[in-house]
């Protein structure tokens, strides 16, 4: 008979609220932990859900700490490190040293997320379509770099991103030399993070985010999603840490064989060859040049919001971790529905500037929205208290349509959404979420 399962989940917010759902679905699975997670989370789930906000992502010790409280030494439960920070401070490294059975990239594997600058150097070297870019820790250098190139083109563009982890945050977009020079100071404003950065051309074309569980050579592909990361509708406002997407996004359909080959199979031989045998999930985001997918970067984890829109679509999710984590992927096949799914991120407003005025206030409509067919609910900053929930962040939570065509998720989606506020008007989220794809299926293409 099949042991017991625990399941520790380190995250804090809806990815991780949607990683705990796929794996309560698996029936060994009896009771799942989300550390520092968010009250949220445990709302109206089938298992035991725990919350535990010890967990400190940037702390491995903290993390171990929170593991041995609920597994003690009972070493065949699993722990699914799935948020950047905790990743990249070497959480897993951590685990598995004290005996663990810890999923996810180790910190000498972050570095494909974590250092922006070396991931660019791997890119180049194994032939992985990406912009022109540079590397800096210098804002003299970079500054006389963007003087350079916009004497030879005034109409250029270019991102500035902090080498670092920056919460999804640290991409800042130039039209010109003077915004170019204020971003380049702007790197200080993300701290360590900032201290290296990449000036690199902007690509237009549609962007996509895609998804596949590695295990050293082996890996599967997951799926995709596009990521609305503007806080105004029509991609304006500042950059937030997504504020919903679609799956499947059409801008995918016809080439995946081209992304496969291109961003994952590249990705992962270049990684073995030069000795880092990935484990974990990894995130390719693309954009699509002409006809060819291109790399605006890689992560070393699901992203957020993609994890509630691709995950609810894998129907053997916990099987294949357990595949990777055993060294069996390479006969595992990924079981799918093929559903369409749209999720919009309700945030506090003034997200993602200063939203401390909206922490606390009641969140209404809920419990009515999560119960709506063909919706899902996913808590990223809420608390509970006497059954009702409060405001506990920027980004509070996120609804998800599902149906058999975008149209019809979306419109499910926003249905779930209008039931939903936060006392004092307090609530923002994008109108215009899986409308590109909407138009498309309406005008055939
Ligand atoms: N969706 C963007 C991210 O997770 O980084």
């Known amino acids: 008979m099949a042991e017991d399962l625990t399941v520790v989940i380190i995250e804090a917010g809806g990815r991780g609220h949607a990683i705990s759902e796929a794996w309560e679905a698996h029936p060994d699975v009896k009771k799942i932990i989300v550390t520092p997670g968010n009250e949220g989370i445990a709302y109206n789930r089938n298992k035991e859900v725990i919350i535990d906000k010890r967990g400190n992502l940037k702390d491995p010790d903290s993390i171990l700490d929170v593991v041995r409280s609920h597994?003690?030494?009972?070493?065949?439960?699993?722990?699914?490190?799935?948020?950047?920070?905790?990743?990249?401070?070497?959480?897993?490294?951590?685990?598995?040293?004290?005996?663990?059975?810890?999923?996810?990239?180790?910190?000498e594997q972050s570095w494909i997320e974590a250092d922006k600058g070396k991931s660019r150097d791997f890119m180049r070297r194994h032939q992985i379509p990406h912009p022109e870019y540079r590397v800096f820790d210098s804002d003299k250098d970079a500054i006389e770099y963007v003087r350079r190139i916009y004497r030879n083109d005034p109409a250029k563009a270019v991102y500035v991103k902090a080498s670092g982890l920056a919460q999804g945050k640290g991409a800042l977009f130039a039209g010109n030399l003077e915004e170019a020079i204020d971003r380049i100071y702007a790197m200080?404003?993300?701290?360590?993070?900032?201290?290296?950065?990449?000036?690199?051309?902007?690509?237009?074309?549609?962007?996509?985010?895609?998804?596949?569980?590695?295990?050293?050579?082996?890996?599967?592909?997951?799926?995709?999603?596009?990521?609305?990361?503007?806080?105004?509708?029509d991609d304006k406002g500042e950059q937030t840490g997504?504020?919903?997407?679609?799956?499947?996004?059409?801008?995918?359909?016809?080439?995946?064989?081209?992304?496969?080959?291109?961003?994952?199979?590249?990705?992962?031989?270049?990684?073995?060859?030069?000795?880092?045998?990935?484990?974990?999930?990894?995130?390719?985001?693309?954009?699509?040049?002409?006809?060819?997918?291109?790399?605006?970067?890689?992560?070393?984890?699901?992203?957020?919001?993609?994890?509630?829109?691709?995950?609810?679509?894998?129907?053997?999710?916990?099987?294949?971790?357990?595949?990777?984590?055993?060294?069996?992927l390479k006969k595992s096949i990924s079981l799918k529905d093929k559903k369409s799914r749209v999720g919009v991120v309700?945030?506090?407003?003034?997200?993602?500037g200063d939203y401390s005025s909206v922490r606390g206030r009641e969140i209404y409509g809920i419990k009515e929205a999560a119960s709506m067919p063909n919706v899902r609910?996913?808590?990223?900053?809420?608390?509970?208290?006497?059954?009702?929930?409060?405001?506990?962040?920027?980004?509070?939570?996120?609804?998800?349509?599902?149906?058999?065509?975008?149209?019809?998720?979306?419109?499910?989606a926003y249905d779930a959404m209008s039931r939903i506020s936060v006392e004092g008007d307090n609530l923002h989220y994008r109108r215009d979420i899986g409308r590109r794809d909407a138009e498309r299926l309406l005008a055939g293409q």
């Open 71 to 107: 597994i003690g030494h009972r070493r065949h439960h699993i722990i699914d490190v799935a948020q950047d920070d905790a990743i990249a401070a070497g959480t897993v490294n951590k685990l598995r040293v004290a005996g663990y059975n810890a999923f996810g990239p180790t910190k």
């Open 188 to 233: 200080k404003t993300f701290g360590i993070s900032g201290s290296r950065f990449v000036i690199e051309d902007a690509l237009s074309g549609e962007e996509f985010s895609s998804f596949a569980l590695v295990n050293g050579s082996d890996y599967l592909f997951l799926g995709n999603a596009n990521d609305n990361k503007l806080s105004q509708d």
């Open 242 to 328: 997504g504020m919903g997407g679609n799956s499947p996004a059409m801008v995918t359909m016809g080439i995946e064989d081209a992304i496969d080959a291109g961003l994952f199979k590249k990705a992962i031989r270049g990684m073995n060859d030069e000795g880092y045998s990935y484990q974990g999930i990894l995130y390719a985001g693309g954009i699509l040049v002409g006809k060819e997918p291109w790399a605006i970067e890689y992560n070393a984890r699901w992203g957020d919001p993609e994890a509630q829109l691709v995950l609810p679509s894998l129907l053997n999710y916990p099987h294949l971790v357990i595949d990777a984590m055993n060294g069996n």
């Open 346 to 352: 309700g945030v506090s407003k003034g997200y993602p």
């Open 377 to 412: 609910f996913y808590s990223a900053g809420i608390s509970m208290r006497d059954g009702k929930f409060y405001a506990d962040g920027g980004r509070l939570l996120m609804v998800v349509g599902e149906g058999s065509n975008v149209l019809e998720a979306r419109g499910r």
